[in-house]
T-cell receptor
Framework: QKEVEQDPGPLSVPEGAIVSLNCTYS??????FMWYRQYSRKGPELLMY????GNKEDGRFTAQVDKSSKYISLFIRDSQPSDSATYLC??????????FGAGTQVVVTP | DTEVTQTPKHLVMGMTNKKSLKCEQH?????MYWYKQKAKKPPELMFV???????INESVPSRFSPECPNSSLLNLHLHALQPEDSALYLC??????????????FGPGTRLTVT
């Protein structure tokens, strides 16, 4: 079993819709939960991260972590075609090593 | 400025060639990383340098040889690669590895093709 499970998609939504992305993980030692965005043929870009359980909001993006259920979520409000990318969840272990999920491809159609 | 630069952008090399990938950051970060990413897969960690010393080698074959000449530069020397080594090679940096959270910033990558 992989430490981090993420549905690879693709997830197709119309412009303006809410995009809902999630990951599950098995390692209860994870403390920090990163979200990266990767456009095609580019390097991953750090979007935001949360510490332990709770919510964090940054503009149109909201990240949530529920450690009791080992569930990580990212929501994108008012989605735009420019949000079309692959989104990677990446909890970090005690060594700071990023444990990437498979990445979910998101397509926002005009 | 959270920029990590990588050169070259693209590289095609034969299995007997020797080439090097270069990475540079000017954010004052003391930790630097090499990742390999195959198509439609997440990045896989290869090496971690902390304060210019190799701290993690993820059992990478010796045909990949990392080097950290100073705190801003990271090289990956390539020799006798195989076609299955064709991938996007990503460099990343973070402030250091002595804290709980490691905000890693990635470069655009070098797309390597081994023929």
């Amino acid at each position: 079993q992989k430490e981090v499970e993420q549905d690879p998609g693709p997830l197709s939504v119309p412009e303006g819709a809410i995009v809902s992305l999630n990951c599950t993980y098995s390692n209860s030692a994870f403390q920090y939960f990163m979200w990266y965005r990767q456009y095609s043929r580019k390097g991953p870009e750090l979007l935001m991260y949360t510490y332990s359980s709770g919510n964090k909001e940054d503009g149109r993006f909201t990240a949530q972590v529920d450690k009791s259920s080992k569930y990580i979520s990212l929501f994108i409000r008012d989605s735009q075609p420019s949000d079309s990318a692959t989104y990677l969840c990446a909890p970090t272990d005690s060594w700071g090593k990023l444990q990437f999920g498979a990445g979910t491809q998101v397509v926002v159609t005009p | 400025d959270t920029e990590v630069t990588q050169t070259p952008k693209h590289l095609v090399m034969g299995m007997t060639n020797k080439k090097s990938l270069k990475c540079e950051q000017h954010m004052g970060h003391r930790a630097m990383y090499w990742y390999k990413q195959k198509a439609k897969k997440p990045p896989e960690l290869m090496f971690v340098y902390s304060y210019e010393k190799l701290s993690i080698n993820e059992s990478v074959p010796s045909r990949f040889s990392p080097e950290c000449p100073n705190s801003s530069l990271l090289n990956l020397h390539l020799h006798a690669l195989q076609p299955e080594d064709s991938a996007l090679y990503l460099c990343a940096s973070s402030q250091d590895t002595d804290r709980e959270v490691y905000e890693q910033y990635f470069g655009p990558g070098t797309r390597l093709t081994v023929t």
